[in-house]
């Protein structure tokens, strides 16, 4: 795994003229962007922050895919114990 992320790192830094660690950093940034949103929709999923906590933290659109996704997952699940 580690020579894969090496090998990965060290082929991207090329392709693109960067330095390796930059693309750490990079990869880096994206990673904790996306845990971030994780938890916050987590916590408005669970109730533990409100609609317009969430959508000050990670944006309006992220919240409301995150509305239509939990909508969907409900129907099918009605529709599954009504089947």
Do not use: C, H
Not at 39 to 63: F, N, S, T
Request: charged share 45%; glycine share 6%; no cysteine.
């Amino acid at each position: 795994m580690a020579a894969d992320i090496s090998d990965r790192v060290r082929e991207i830094a090329d392709a693109r003229g960067l330095p390796e660690s930059e693309v750490f950093e990079r990869a880096l940034e994206r990673g904790l962007e996306a845990l971030w949103e994780d938890l916050v929709l987590a916590q408005y999923l669970d109730g533990d922050l409100d609609r317009d906590q969430a959508i000050e933290r990670v944006g309006r659109a992220k919240v409301e895919r995150a509305d239509r996704e939990r909508e969907a997952v409900e129907e099918d699940v009605r529709w599954g114990m009504n089947a």
